[in-house]
């Protein structure tokens, strides 16, 4: 089945500094979808991408749907302690619209 | 406001012995999934119901289970469970044809 590859796996930053994680993957994608997930919470949904090129913001959060449909980046400015947490991107997967492949994540700590 | 809500947040149950979580949903959308997530890991797809079509995953044990009685609710039920199945369980939604996938919070699954 489809893979994505999602790197870096965690970052410590500290805060105010900018944080920058991407996504790849083997097939096209016709979406992309960043989520953040606090501890012991469901993952929420940040930014959705659905055409190649398309660069997107969310208040400091940044992101792109790469040209090739193959990769997307995350970009936090100015980080703050409540960023802390895990991103998730994710596509369609099995030809259907509807059912999600996750990366395994990056995990993302503040130093404040 | 809560949209996706799951009951209840933490479960804990026996080794063997049945349980089932539950999830209702406001928003109306025809699509409902069961995803799994095990600590520091991805969540992974159990199952969906399309409308009133139920969608297993190839790889989900036949141990685990799910009904859709209605639009708003769906229900995971865990016929045996074993240690390997303490996990964090997130129900989703998503409307036709629209792959953002709107989270619970989860159901925390304990097994003694």
């Given amino acids: 089945g489809q893979q994505l590859n999602q790197s870096p796996q965690s970052m410590f930053i500290q805060e105010g500094e900018d944080v920058s994680m991407n996504c790849t993957s083997s097939s096209i994608f016709n979406t992309w979808l960043w989520y953040k997930q606090d501890p012991g919470e469901g993952p929420v949904l940040l930014i959705a991408l659905y055409k190649a090129g398309e660069l997107t913001s969310n208040g400091r959060l940044t992101a792109q749907f790469g040209i090739t449909r193959k990769d997307s980046f995350l970009n936090i400015s100015a980080s703050i302690p409540s960023d802390v947490g895990i991103y998730f991107c994710a596509g369609p997967s099995g030809g259907s619209n509807y059912k999600l492949t996750f990366g395994k994540g990056t995990l993302l700590t503040v130093n404040p | ?112």
């Fill in chain 2, 1 to 112: 406001d809560a949209m996706v809500i799951q009951n209840p947040r933490y479960q804990v149950t026996q080794f063997g012995k049945p349980v089932t979580l539950s999830c209702s949903q406001t928003l109306n959308h025809n699509v409902m999934y069961w995803y799994q997530q095990k600590s520091s890991q991805a969540p992974k797809l159990l199952f969906h119901y399309y409308d009133k079509d139920f969608n297993n995953e190839a790889d989900t044990p036949d141990n685990f289970q799910s009904r859709r009685p209605n639009t708003s609710f769906c229900f995971l039920d865990i016929r045996s469970p074993g240690l390997g199945d303490a996990a964090m369980y997130l129900c989703a939604t998503s409307r036709e044809g629209s792959s953002p996938l709107h989270f619970g919070n989860g159901t925390r699954l304990t097994v003694t």
